[in-house]
């Protein structure tokens, strides 16, 4: 496209582009506030509704732009703010001059500024700035943006202590490795602690132990979480004294990880327990305490089950050949075979997907056989752009129950938020295809297609399950709204006290001690 432009070219070609991507992220937002605004003038007795009409909005935003309703509520939260508080700097926006990332600083440096005459200084002083500072990178914009606020608003300003009142742990995504990124902030009295126990359950394993004094510690951690304050040794010696510890890794959580037939047999051969019979992709999941290498035959269910603990498998067929082998946990990524064949080592029992028998639960609740095919199925919530994982999510009737079977070709996993949205908003609909697909449609008519998780990383599975043919349902009662959980303060009030609260912090509060 560009091999005939010079040097000096190519790079009024990146600037110009870069203008026009920031223009047209500037006018996403000025529609994604007007959307806003249409939705809670029409929703005001949606207020202090658990899911409110600007959940609502989210919901319609995160389909279209195919991201999770914690980032849409976000880009509202900015788009109401270039509008109806920075008008000077968005038409910066508007022209290009402003970075849609200069934007998201701007909104969260300024979120404790709470009086209307503070920001419209503030917007009038930044607009007449933003030129003259030239180049910035994003930390020197940051500085410079906070002396502004302190000129002019001083409580508003972000402050040091933020990070001690704002501590947290975080797991990070998975990067194919097998392994993930975790990091935090805690207190210094706790990291002293934590760092004590860890470095010594990593020094308590005998000089025979395989791994390295860095992979200790990240197992010393893991094992910490799962309730126990015991490293085992991994050296193999019947004799080691260091074995007869418990790191309850194994034993205290239950995970599961897919899989398929040719991964699991090339695991259970590297791990000493053999190859499976069972046909079809599996789970891995349990308690990690024993391996069930036998075909488990139940009148209840459409196909053949097999158990192999922490990696289950869908039943699909045999993958040909030409089949790469594939294990994942659910929400944290690929587990390389060397781990997998690790984990059976260690006591990982492996099972098939079972198939619900074709005939309905009885009752509203879904069986607990049904409810672990459903989130195995789906693996997140089915709403569009969602990614909660289905572990946390709720079994959902698409046809609402008791028009709707309980059945697993009518059931599906949506978040708390996504499913009062869909419950309780009106426009929104659904259809579930016997292969679990979802076709979801809006209230402006527009419609989005979801697959189950699961026959996105194995296209073959086999996991139709046809649901018996609702009744046609009532249509909806013009009162559903008395019934949507109620909040205990509106949107504006909980954002009201959690400025003042900050505000008054950064006033009054010392300096945290260093730790």
């Not at 200069?102 to 030129?131: F, G, H």
Request: glycine residues 6%; proline residues 9%; aromatic residues 4%.
């Amino acid at each position: 496209m560009f091999e005939d432009l010079s040097a000096a070219a190519l790079v009024d070609a990146i600037t110009a582009r870069a203008r026009a991507s920031a223009s047209a992220d500037a006018e996403r937002y000025a529609a994604i506030a007007e959307l806003a605004r249409r939705r809670l003038r029409d929703g005001v007795e949606l207020e202090d509704a658990a899911a409110d009409a600007v959940d609502g909005a989210a919901a319609e935003i995160g389909a279209a732009l195919n991201i999770g309703h914690g980032r849409a509520l976000g880009e509202i939260d900015i788009a109401t703010m270039l509008r109806d508080t920075f008008p000077r700097v968005n038409a910066l926006f508007l022209q290009g001059v402003v970075t849609g990332r200069r934007v998201w600083i701007l909104a969260k440096r300024t979120d404790l500024v709470a009086d209307p005459d503070a920001l419209a200084q503030l917007d009038r002083v930044l607009a007449d700035r933003i030129l003259g500072w030239g180049p910035l990178s994003e930390w020197k914009f940051e500085q410079l943006l906070d002396a502004e606020i302190a000129r002019i608003d001083p409580a508003a300003v972000h402050r040091v202590r933020e990070q001690v009142r704002d501590r947290d742990f975080v797991v990070g995504r998975h990067d194919g490795s097998g392994t993930v990124p975790y990091w935090g902030r805690m207190a210094g009295p706790d990291a002293a602690i934590a760092v004590t126990q860890i470095r010594r359950m990593a020094r308590s394993v005998c000089p025979d132990d395989p791994r390295t004094l860095k992979q200790r510690r990240g197992d010393a951690h893991a094992a910490l979480i799962a309730g126990s304050t015991v490293l085992a040794c991994r050296c193999g010696n019947p004799d080691c004294p260091a074995t007869e510890g418990d790191d309850a890794a194994a034993s205290r959580v239950s995970i599961h990880v897919i899989t398929d037939r040719a991964t699991l047999d090339t695991a259970l051969s590297a791990s000493g327990a053999g190859e499976s019979d069972l046909h079809g992709p599996r789970t891995v999941e349990g308690e990690l305490d024993e391996i069930i290498d036998e075909v488990e035959e139940d009148a209840q269910y459409e196909a053949d089950t097999r158990t192999d603990d922490h990696v289950e498998e869908p039943p699909v067929p045999d993958p040909g050949p030409e089949s790469r082998p594939l294990a994942i946990i659910p929400g944290h990524g690929v587990v390389p075979p060397p781990l997998l064949a690790d984990l059976i080592a260690r006591g990982s029992r492996a099972r098939a997907i079972r198939i619900p028998k074709a005939d309905p639960d009885t009752g509203y609740r879904p069986s607990a056989a049904t409810d672990h095919f459903v989130r195995l199925r789906d693996l997140t919530c089915r709403a569009p752009g969602c990614d909660r994982l289905a572990e946390f999510t709720d079994i959902d009737h698409t046809v609402p129950y008791p028009a709707g079977p309980t059945h697993a070709g009518g059931l599906k996993c949506d978040c708390r938020k996504h499913h009062l949205i869909k419950t309780f908003h009106a426009g929104w609909s659904e259809v579930q295809l016997p292969d679990g697909t979802v076709i979801t449609t809006t209230p402006t008519g527009h419609t989005y297609t979801t697959k189950p998780g699961i026959t996105l990383l194995f296209p073959d599975a086999d996991i139709t399950t046809p649901a018996p043919r609702p009744t046609r349902p009532p249509p909806p009662s013009p009162y559903r709204s008395m019934m949507m959980p109620r909040r205990k303060r509106t949107r504006a009030q909980a954002k009201a006290q959690r400025i003042k609260a900050e505000r008054a912090k950064n006033l009054h509060d010392e300096e945290p001690p260093p730790f």
